[in-house]
């Protein structure tokens, strides 16, 4: 018995050897490579980024509102006229919308975005507002800016309109004037070969009074038809719509940091304390009438009696 918890015990012992040694092992190890690296083999993080990578920044969009356009560039339609931007302002608002025509990616996604909603909104280019299309690219011609008129055109499904709608091309300095102008950037890319293969820019579309100044901006690829029609509205200055359009832009209101229109609720309440006031004041007002003419007809009934 002795002899078998002596050769136990021995074994404990040497075990513990064993794990004291391993023990030893490693913190050598760790030390060693606390000495050479303090993220024990994993490449330190640097700091963290607190700008934007500078092609994001190139192809930011800014939001200048209010800012005024130079109307008097010159770019030319799809039929090959020579045009300023000025031709399209002065009467009714405008949807402008700086784009590529050969744009592969972004650019589709935009103008069906913008075609889609204008389909529902219940206003009507060339009478009501107009549309404007702007090519960044200088090497497009208006053979091309003439194509995309066309597909578009037969989309949108109201050839009644089809005036209203412009499809521009320019040369550099004109674009990139107007591109300024109204906060947008976009960067040339380049393929192996040098050439120029297309353009990184974000997507967005301006609605712009008739005076020419960017009233509102509404980014990405989907628009909403409502937020469309009463920046119209807005943007005419009430020229356009109806009555009730103009109540709602009383009780909503373009809010640039939520890329569209907010409801106000304090103006609900000025009009739901406007209109209760109104009705009390005529229901007291027909009451009094009522009770006016009560009395006369009995002073007359007794007078007469």
């Known amino acids: 018995m002795r002899s078998g918890a002596a050769k136990r015990t021995g074994l404990g012992t040497a075990r513990r050897a064993v794990v004291m040694l391993a023990a030893v092992a490693v913190a050598a ?30 192809i930011a969009i800014r939001q200048r509102l209010n800012t005024a356009l130079p109307l008097s560039l010159e770019f030319r ?39 889609g909603a204008l389909e529902v909104v219940k206003f009507n280019p060339g009478r009501d507002f107009n549309v404007v299309f702007v090519s960044i690219d200088p090497t497009e011609t208006p053979a091309i800016a003439a194509r995309e008129k066309a597909y578009y055109m037969k989309r949108y499904g109201r050839p009644q309109d089809v005036n209203g709608w412009h499809f521009l091309t320019g040369q550099e300095p004109a674009i990139r004037a107007l591109s300024t102008a109204v906060g947008f950037g976009y960067v040339p890319m380049m393929g192996p070969d040098g050439k120029m293969t297309q353009f990184a820019h ?31 509205v807005e943007a005419s200055h009430g020229t356009i719509g109806s009555v009730v359009d103009n109540i709602l832009t009383y009780c909503y209101q373009y809010d640039p940091t ?4 907010s409801l106000i609720y304090i103006r609900i309440f000025q009009m739901g304390f406007v209109l209760t006031v109104l009705l009390l004041g005529g229901y007291m007002f027909v009451n009094f009438r009522r009770d006016i003419r009560a009395a006369r007809q009995h002073k007359t009934t007794l007078l007469n009696g």
């Open 202 to 232: 974000a997507s967005a579309v301006e609605l712009v009074t008739p005076q020419g100044k960017l009233a509102q901006y509404y980014l990405g690829v989907e628009f909403s038809p409502k937020d469309l029609q009463l920046g119209l």
């Open 77 to 115: 339609d799809e039929t090959g006229k020579t045009v300023q931007l000025g031709d399209y302002f002065g009467k009714r608002p405008v949807i402008l919308s700086l784009v590529y025509y050969q744009c592969k990616i972004l650019c589709p996604e935009e103008m069906d975005g913008l075609v």
């Open 258 to 261: 939520q890329n569209g229109h």
């Open 29 to 58: 190890s760790c030390s060693s490579a606390r000495a050479q690296s303090p993220w024990f083999g994993f490449q330190k993080p640097g700091k963290p980024a607190d700008q934007q990578p500078l092609l994001l920044q190139k």
